[in-house]
DNA sequence: AATGAATGAGAATTCATTCAT
DNA sequence: GATGAATGAATTCTCATTCAT
């Protein structure tokens, strides 16, 4: 499991909605500063609750400035999005790095997405959220993730590493379910007494799910009764 | 894999939320009336979206007769989850009736879920939506659906159809989020030129979970390389 | 001059916006004090400063309740407009009525107006405002009085009381024309310590405005300079 | 009919608002840009629509700068206002040089009025606009062109081409009120496909108006049934 | 049991003006 | 002289909910 950060490019310069110029560089560090200040309002109050006074008067900064940086409460909520994806995959291909097999980077890749969940769950639900509010963007997201993957599944395949008989693309977006919805269940569903979810996977869980994993796509070595 | 329907008790005596007091045939008809025109409304426009008076509208019914049946918005939005809940259940459990194997039924339940996807699209991201709107109740939902499943994991463990080391939780978890992010992708993101998604899911994504998920349960015949 | 009254029909039955429904006897009401509070708002402040909430206020109104009975501003401002020429034209037509001679009903139909004028200062500058706001109510507004101006001019025309060779549609625009400046510099910009304009046009003005139109109108006796 | 130029001092030096000193020739050139870049912001958008920012942006000048020349949005328009003032009483006064009669000069002063407006439709409602935003300079404007006008009228009572029964003052101001609708009506309102008003005055409407004011101004030959 | 007029808190958004650079 | 980021008061409009009929 591979991904190859940088497929995507994120790093378009800055332009202001308002005035159509680039950014300067106190424009910059406000941008920033919205932006913040949006994760942190639109993952506890999710985005029908939150408001661009809300994220303004956390940002400390005046209402009528949001509008300099971004169109709509909308937007915003789209740039954040793009952001966590950003971070999210950043902290998978982290955690694969030095990998030494398939298993291994399977087992990392979603060791990184879990703790991407568990250190920032609230920012989890605002990409969930995007289903509903910004349904391309949310497509953006997923596709990156899933692309990567496929990719190293494709690989894998070619070495053998990987059951030949599975479509690499389908496989990949049951992956990202079952991570995602393991996620939700066994981190965001498990708060302690402060709200907080577990920092980890409860072993338990995730050694049932690497076992699951490995089963699914390890090559067969006997021929199993086909499908239909 | 079973859905012991009837598990919840989904026919307690209708009460009116104003008078407090059982409902009339007249009540019941004008409640039912109301439920239904909700689910096109949330439906077509999402919960947000929607409003009491496109509901009444749609309807037929007067505005202020709508707090004679439900306390708010939210409420008829949980009612309405509910039911489809139960509606999807039905469609999975009857795709099932008659499996004659595990695998049989594996694929008969997906595919039972995946019809009940494909026709009522909009229904489902009403569903999905519940997160957002009413955490409590899309938490029932998942589980009413995975306790089924998860017995049905149990009872083919308990025979050696499935292997004995998966958690049965975790798998059923997994399993449910696969199925998920597929239909997602594959039935809800693949509208024709009239919106409609495809009637079923194309035969290679279809055939590529099957073997995914029979490669994941099937009992191992040789002892792979252990969890570290 | 003769203002056949009716020729437009005012008395469409009212529709909610918000419903798409008649108004109710109640409905009426509440529409009947949104309109006359929209009259003084409006007047004593011009449209721009005028806002929605003053006028539910002064209305002793919900702001909410704005808009069920109009659309926006703007759609109260027009219909503002519309009845006041409704008004205007009624005591225009009212002042003619049994003038016995063409001088004689001249003079009287200026009156009316001049009195109208006098008597709702600030409304007669929402009429010229609407140029501004809603060119096509404004005119419909000039139209709907010069419709009536022409049509007595024709039939002066006939019976030789006004001089043939004009044309009574430029003639209608033209004294139309002065009746406004004459009211502007000589009522509206003429207030006493109270800000009321006189009640009535100074006489030197209102005799010196007669002369020049019974001149303009008067057949003529003699052969003038004919134009180039 | 004669309009003395110049009896309204224009030329004052002009001071910066901000520094309170009078202007460079650099600080004349921008505020001579700003104005431009006003002319045609208020004459396409209007007063409330045109904003400090659409301005400044069309003349290629900092939003800050715009400070340095004008007190506030309207003070550009008031000084945009007189300087139109100063056009259209320019354009009128050269069409009545050379004027050989009383009729010729009333016909040559009236042309250049609506050629002017003719010309510049939008410019035209920016002045009747003023009344709205700020009646005071709308009152220099109409004092300005009356002022001539009623020179004009006496002089030519005092040899007899108009009748001398006429009040000058009310006479002038009732003509002027003439022009503005008949401008408004039959140019302003009488747009091509493009937009564009027509060139000139439709003949008949000019002839009709000039038999019009020929008839209302000329000594009586007969003496008429006097006003009551 | 049914109705719909009334309500007002709350949201997004605009723009003239200020002021530190 | 010139700049443009920052500001926040003010505006329009929505809609879930109440309540008198």
Known sequence: MTLPDGMVDDDAELISPATGR????????TRRRLLEAAEVVFAEQGYHEASIVKITERAGIGLGTFYLYFDSKQ??????VIDLN?????????????????????????????????????LYRVVREAEFVSPEVLRLHYTR???????????????????????????AWAL??????????????????????PAQLDPVVFDGMTRLIDNALAPRTTQPEGPK
């Open 176 to 197: 990202m379910g079952m991570g995602e919805l393991i996620g939700m269940r066994f981190l965001l569903w498990e708060r302690d007494a402060d709200g907080r979810p």
């Open 22 to 29: 680039p950014l300067t560089k106190r424009g910059e560090a």
């Open 75 to 80: 937007s915003i909520f789209e740039a954040l």
């Open 145 to 171: 993730i899933v692309e990567g993957y496929e990719a190293g599944l494709r690989q894998a395949q070619e070495v053998g590493d990987v059951d030949r008989a599975l479509d690499p693309e389908t496989t």
């Open 86 to 122: 950003r971070r999210v995959r950043h902290s998978m291909s982290e955690a694969m790095e030095g990998a030494t097999s398939r298993l291994d980077a399977e087992r990392a890749g979603f060791a990184g997405f879990f703790r991407f969940t568990a250190e920032h769950p609230a």
